[in-house]
């Protein structure tokens, strides 16, 4: 297709994380634009792709923060949650092992896995997990949210175990409604996120959180806004709604 417009029309394309480990066949000389959504992603690109240099722009993920906001009166619920399709490249299976030995600490969290699932053995898989770990009375499989921004607001921790993101947006939908988020080091989480919320390891795992819940209550609310003025004003300022559509505009004119 990109062949066939060339020099016809103009031609911008989105990446996703996943499509950089095996590039789209394309005619890539015949492609005015590539957005991707870190920096990460668009240093990587250019290294497969140098003929491209000067064509790969970052726009970050929108958010609507009129949205996901935190609710009136947030108070402990002991909820910690995981949020997106259950597939083995999201690792649940990592994230159950790491919150079984948080749980024999603290026995009143609650891990929520939240998320629908069309692989049925990794899903299975996790289930036996469950029950191996003797967690069944603290792990519930949510499904599909009808109202995620309800379960954000309820949940104290948002965690990532993910091999590879390109934002993992819950994480910081999640912390737009006031839940803290953590995250394993996947490479480009460094963009988006502190090293306070960024984990390599079970132990650090356990550490931080260990350390949220240390904290008091007002503690507690200080430190997740202090982190959202830090962090998620990239996802509005510039508005990436709006740098998407002068930047169609640009290519279109130029």
């Known amino acids: 297709l990109s062949s066939k417009w060339k020099g016809q029309k103009k031609l911008v394309t989105r990446l996703h994380r996943y499509e950089l480990f095996k590039l789209p066949k394309a005619n890539w000389n015949s492609v005015d634009m590539v957005v991707v959504v870190n920096d990460w992603m668009a240093k990587n690109l250019e290294e497969k792709l140098p003929q491209m240099r000067g064509k790969i722009v970052t726009i970050h993920n929108f958010i609507d923060f009129d949205y996901w906001r935190p609710p009136e009166n947030r108070t402990k619920s002991n909820q910690i949650s995981i949020v997106g399709n259950i597939e083995p490249r999201k690792g649940h299976d990592k994230a159950l092992v790491a919150f079984s030995k948080i749980s024999r600490e603290n026995s009143e969290l609650t891990l929520n896995i939240i998320g629908r699932s069309k692989d049925v053995r990794y899903y299975k898989e996790l289930e036996q997990i469950v029950k191996d770990l003797k967690i069944q009375n603290k792990v519930k499989f949510r499904g599909f949210s009808t109202d995620l921004r309800r379960d954000l607001q309820e949940s104290d921790i948002i965690i990532s175990f993910s091999q590879h ?82 930047l169609l505009l640009d290519v279109f004119y130029k």
């Open 165 to 246: 993101e390109s934002t993992h947006l819950t994480l910081f939908e999640g912390l737009s409604c006031g839940a803290w988020p953590l995250s394993i080091n996947w490479a480009g989480v460094e963009e988006f996120l502190p090293l306070e919320n960024i984990f390599s390891n079970n132990s650090e795992f356990l550490e931080k959180v260990r350390s949220f819940y240390s904290l008091d209550s007002n503690e507690r609310n200080k430190s997740v806004k202090s982190l959202s003025k830090k962090t998620l004003v990239k996802f509005s300022e510039p508005d990436p709604r709006e740098q998407l559509s002068n």
